[in-house]
């Protein structure tokens, strides 16, 4: 069974191991760029949650989910799926989130998304799950496997901010897609996840230098 980022032990095991594969990383942490452990419940309310969030401001995601949440109790899937679409606009959700929140209630009811062992797979394994219910995609899929799971080698290469951190913090030439990022990711196994949080962390710094919003 993977080893969770659940405590701050298992954090710093990760970092300690970042820093004796790769320079660089060794170089953010002695700097003190070092994450917060930051984690959300796992399960149908964590996914819904980050789905919610998407493409919206963290203070419009935080009013939606309380208007939700209003209506959802318990916040379970068979609760999802006896809410109407109506009720559910009318809380904030667009129809897009509404048909993906849906349609991952109804996996998890007919058993097909087995949120309760995702723990116990690989990373790759969660992920390609995850990825089958129509409107997940692969961010979505990181996502909550690195901040409601808390898997150690999720790795959200498609994460812009993830990406410009790395720019900046490799020296590239340019920012790289998802495809360069994983292909330089690959030093980090089984602690991408841990990386990921180390360059989130390097990006708010950065920008809190160049005094704009992280």
């Known amino acids: 069974m993977t080893t969770l980022l659940e405590t701050d032990a298992v954090l710093k095991r990760g970092l300690d191991a970042l820093a004796?594969?790769?320079?660089?990383?060794?170089?953010?942490?002695?700097?003190?760029i070092v994450p917060e452990l930051r984690k959300r419940p796992p399960?149908?309310?964590g996914l819904a949650w980050i789905v919610v969030g998407q493409q919206v401001s963290t203070a419009s995601a935080a009013a939606i989910w309380a208007r939700l949440r209003r209506i959802l109790e318990p916040a379970t899937p068979d609760t999802f799926l006896r809410l109407s679409d109506e009720s559910l606009r009318a809380a904030g959700l667009s129809a897009g989130k509404v048909k993906t929140i849906r349609a991952i209630a109804t996996e998890v009811t007919e058993g097909r998304l087995p949120l309760d062992r995702l723990h116990e797979l690989s990373a790759e394994e969660a992920h390609g799950l995850l990825t089958r219910v129509k409107g997940i995609g692969p961010w979505t899929a990181d996502i909550y496997l690195l901040f409601c799971l808390g898997h150690p080698d999720?790795?959200?290469?498609?994460?812009?901010?993830?990406?410009?951190?790395a720019r900046l913090a490799y020296g590239l030439d340019q920012?790289?897609?998802?495809?360069?990022?994983?292909?330089?990711?690959?030093r980090w196994r089984p602690w991408r996840g841990v990386a990921a949080k180390v360059l989130w962390a390097y990006y708010r710094v950065v920008k809190a230098r160049e005094g704009a919003p992280a």
């Open 20 to 32: 004796k594969a790769d320079p660089v990383m060794a170089g953010l942490v002695a700097d003190g």
């Open 43 to 45: 399960g149908f309310e």
């Open 154 to 165: 999720a790795f959200p290469s498609g994460d812009l901010a993830v990406q410009e951190a």
């Open 175 to 186: 920012r790289p897609d998802a495809r360069a990022l994983t292909a330089l990711a690959e």
